[in-house]
């Protein structure tokens, strides 16, 4: 039961996405949740195994390129969803798939589309798209995003690499799910588990709401939520396969500083990673959920982003903290002390 594990994306032109090394023990999460048709729903209490976000997309260009914050984001009525899915029945047909293969449903604000019985694809729009997008609106984003956003839902590898190529004219850069701005599309091969959807939902919201969030905490945000459940009617992040690394790299005194990890470009997140990057800002997200600071830090961070870009003294100023440093060495003791599993 369970799920989770992600991938992202950003980038302007889809593709090329710095893979990660899943951990070893991730293996049985991801077959585990392959196989149980309760992998999609959340879990609301313990952490659940899962599997690791694979490919993480870089981009050359900003997650940024959104429109400008000031201009309204279209309102996507009835007609607009029938309109796109009318569209999409349509491009099926003309790449040759019979009529029933897909079934088509709107989630707003998706449309999912998915190659498994319809009643699976229905739990899972219902379960885990339809369960993440109204807590994940509730807590963080006042936006959607700003096009209708299409989530093909492919039952294994195979259908996921062959359609893929097919519908969009390139094999996936990731063996879990990728969301590409290009194409207006989260494509997952959903036989992984449902932690690559949330992480992936995160960012076409992110990009809408909060168009020059730093990559960090885009990724921070979406790899916090590769794991989760909810407490308090709320959704939380659980720990997950990338605590390992992290401790590891603590441990060994590798760990870049708050500074230097706010500071990172989008184009050095991910092309630069010393192997962290992922891991130090989900939990640092992740410690700021537990202090019940994460809402306040991403709500303010939006609101005071032109003085602060990178996001680092409205971190300070939100942790109430004098020293950064002494705050990172009491951060990562809390994390020494954390496990996975739970
Ligand atoms: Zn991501």
Not at 43 to 62: G, K, Q, Y
Not at 83 to 107: P, Q
Not at 309 to 332: K, N, T
């Amino acid at each position: 039961m369970t799920w989770h594990r992600l991938t992202i994306c950003v980038a302007l032109l889809a593709t090329g996405c710095a893979n990660e090394q899943p951990a070893e023990d991730d293996r049985a999460g991801r077959s585990l949740s392959s196989t149980s048709p309760t992998s999609v729903a959340p879990r609301s209490d313990t952490p659940s195994s899962t599997a690791p976000s694979s490919a993480e997309l870089p981009s050359s260009v900003p997650t940024n390129m959104a429109r400008p914050a000031e201009l309204a984001p279209k309102q996507f009525t009835d007609d607009d969803f029938r309109r796109r899915v009318e569209e999409l029945r349509t491009k099926l047909l003309d790449s040759g798939f019979e009529e029933d293969r897909f079934h088509i449903m709107v989630v707003r604000p998706f449309v999912v589309i998915g190659d498994e019985r319809p009643e699976v694809v229905e739990r899972r729009a219902e379960r885990t798209i339809q369960w993440a997008v109204t807590r994940l609106k509730q807590d963080f984003f006042r936006r959607d995003p700003t096009a209708i956003v299409d989530i093909w839902l492919f039952k294994n590898k195979e259908s996921y690499e062959r359609n893929t190529q097919k519908l969009f004219g390139r094999q996936p850069h990731t063996p879990f799910g990728y969301y590409s701005p290009r194409d207006e599309a989260l494509v997952m091969n959903i036989s992984t588990g449902g932690g690559t959807l949330v992480h992936e939902i995160v960012h076409p919201f992110v990009a809408a709401d909060f168009p020059n969030c730093p990559a960090w905490l885009n990724e921070g945000l979406g790899s916090l939520f590769e794991q989760c459940g909810q407490r308090d009617e709320r959704i939380v992040g659980y720990t997950n396969w990338r605590l390992r690394g992290l401790q590891r790299a603590i441990r060994d005194s590798k760990l870049p500083t708050f500074k230097t990890l706010c500071l990172t470009s989008t184009d050095a997140f991910y092309h630069a990673d010393p192997g962290t990057n992922y891991a130090q800002a989900r939990y640092l997200c992740y410690y700021l959920q537990e202090k019940d600071l994460l809402r306040k830090y991403y709500q303010q961070f939006r609101e005071a982003h032109r003085q602060d870009p990178a996001g680092f003294a409205i971190l300070q100023e939100v942790l109430g903290e004098a020293d950064m440093p002494v705050f990172q060495s009491r951060w990562e003791r809390w994390v020494l002390e954390l496990r996975f599993p739970g």
